[in-house]
């Protein structure tokens, strides 16, 4: 935010959440910034979590979609379908495409048609890069990061209006968007810098360009990517970095940001040991290379087989696109760890980059928790996750 502008916080009750949940609306002179995650009822909201359904027996299946944020106890049905408007993807998502003053950054290692072509000869869907996808978008005050796992997603700026792909209807999806203040956007820059994300969209004005170089940078390499191939992912960054990021209403995050010479699994070898905490990790399974559950180290990852999020539906893994990662254990009264990314455990993506989003609650953990019901235990067996499924006391 500009030290010259003139601030005023208020905080806004929206029905029965608590008031952890309550969102401060920065106000600057030029009125209440509109950048920031929704809910499906068009209330703002510091964060939400959103599971997309895979397709059952109709394209109608494929589209619904579970919710939670802030007042919530745990998943709760979507009030409509992923690719409408008036859903809470749609409400955030469709600030993109609207004028103003602000800036964006959209990655995805699929990125969407007709933007899916070559990157100075190199294919934006190749190996190269970071296997990551999300949404950065921002003002002078706030705005929010979206990390998500579906391929083709969001369309560019230029296409004018939000619309979801046909490519994310098949399999389930995860999303996580979190508000943050401007001043935590140069830090989610340098995170992405380090995972070496494919832009295939951007922008930012010249009246933010100095509170996030970071993402400056990213916006100008992908224009030089785009000219010259032998630039594609050459300068050095560090191996891997995480970061604490503290949301609009204070609330705590961790992001988990790996490069290609980290060359190892992400949750294994650092998100498991880092957070102190077995983890029940959900993957895409229909790739070459899988890495098996793991209990070489103190604390053990195990691979999710079966899903059932808030218990509308079970489907295997091999169904679901998302990748999430879940303490098997309650941790306490803070909670359990819940982590959201977009990075599978395979061979091949301990040399790409990518990351996961990680927060300490009961609520949420226990809402993924539950929702792994087998797993693929140390000795290579599919049975039950564990028993410790209970709330923290």
């Known amino acids: 935010m500009s030290p010259n502008a003139r601030l005023r916080v208020y905080y806004v009750h929206y029905g029965t959440m608590p008031a952890l949940a309550l969102l401060p609306l920065l106000l600057l002179e030029g009125g209440a910034s509109q950048l920031s995650c929704y809910e499906d009822s068009g209330d703002a909201v510091d964060w939400f979590y959103l599971y997309k359904l895979p397709h059952n ?24 379908l992923v690719n409408e408007t008036t859903g809470a993807l749609g409400r955030t998502v469709g600030h993109l495409y609207e004028n103003g003053d602000y800036g964006y950054i959209l990655y995805n290692d699929q990125p969407p048609e007709p933007m899916a072509k070559t990157l100075g000869g190199v294919s934006a869907s190749s190996s190269s890069g970071g296997h990551t996808k999300g949404v950065v978008l921002f003002d002078k005050s706030q705005g929010f990061w979206l990390v998500h796992s579906t391929p083709h997603f969001p369309p560019p700026k230029s296409e004018g209006q939000f619309s979801y792909p046909s490519s994310g209807v098949v399999n389930g ?11 935590k956007f140069q830090t989610i820059g340098e995170q ?26 990213l916006c100008k390499k992908n224009r030089r990517d785009r000219r010259n191939a032998t630039l594609i992912h050459t300068s050095p960054t560090a191996a891997n970095r995480s970061v604490a ?16 010479s980290f060359s190892n699994d992400l949750y294994h070898s650092w998100v498991a040991p880092t957070l102190l905490s077995n983890l029940l990790v959900q993957f895409w399974h229909r790739s070459t290379g899988i890495l098996p559950s793991d209990c070489s180290n103190k604390w053990k990852v195990l691979n999710v087989q079966l899903v059932s999020p808030g218990q509308r539906c079970t489907f ?15 941790g306490g009264s803070s909670g359990g ?49 564990g028993s410790d499924k209970s709330p923290a006391t």
């Open 57 to 80: 027996q109709s394209d109608i299946d494929g589209l619904k979609y579970l919710l939670m944020s802030g007042g919530d106890d745990g998943w709760v049905d979507g009030n409509g």
């Open 337 to 385: 760890w819940v982590c959201v990314g977009d990075i599978n455990r395979n061979q091949a993506e301990e040399r790409r980059g990518g990351g996961t989003v990680c927060r300490q609650d009961p609520v949420v953990w226990k809402a993924y928790r539950m929702a792994a019901l087998e797993c693929e235990s140390c000795e290579g067996e599919i049975g039950n996750c």
């Open 316 to 330: 295997s893994t091999m169904d679901d696109h998302s990748k999430w990662a879940v303490s098997a254990a309650a």
């Open 192 to 217: 992405l810098k380090i995972n070496q994300p494919h832009v295939y969209d951007c922008h930012v004005p010249e009246s933010l360009s100095s509170y996030v170089p970071s993402l400056v940078h």
């Open 245 to 260: 990021l503290t949301t609009l209403a204070g609330t705590d995050f961790i992001s988990f940001a790996k490069g290609p």
């Open 173 to 183: 999806q995860n999303f996580i968007c979190v508000t943050y203040a401007l001043d």
